[in-house]
């Protein structure tokens, strides 16, 4: 069974920093790429930040940019998306996204919820 399980969303004042964590199982990790998408409400789901499978190649949406990193650990199947400075707009619950792009397969998490305020 595949499972992208998140964890470690919560409260946390503005300019506070947390760290998300993505375990995966049921499918083989180090072949997908990974991605982290938010939704805020009322809003669509935005992708935040995504790596790749082998190099390792980081993108991440004009707005995190020098503030979040996303990296994985493939011994672990685990991702992580480091989040740092965050702001009130961070407000969101974030997925967890594998994708595998010769077969266009993905699977998703259950999200996590984030909540910048004072």
């Known amino acids: 069974e595949v499972q992208l399980v998140e964890s470690g969303g919560g409260l946390v004042q503005p300019g506070g920093s947390l760290r998300l964590s993505c375990a995966a199982s049921g499918f083989t990790f180090s072949g997908y790429a990974m991605r982290w998408y938010r939704q805020a409400p009322g809003k669509e789901r935005e992708l935040v930040a995504g790596i790749s499978s082998s190099a390792g190649v980081t993108t991440y949406a004009d707005s995190v940019k020098g503030r979040f990193r996303i990296y994985r650990d493939d011994a672990k199947n685990t991702v992580y998306l480091q989040m740092n400075s965050l702001k009130s707009e961070d407000t969101a619950v974030y997925y967890c996204?594998?994708?595998?792009?010769?077969?266009?397969?993905?699977?998703w998490g259950q999200g996590t919820q984030v909540t910048v305020s004072s």
């Open positions: 996204n594998a994708y595998r792009g010769w077969d266009s397969r993905d699977y």
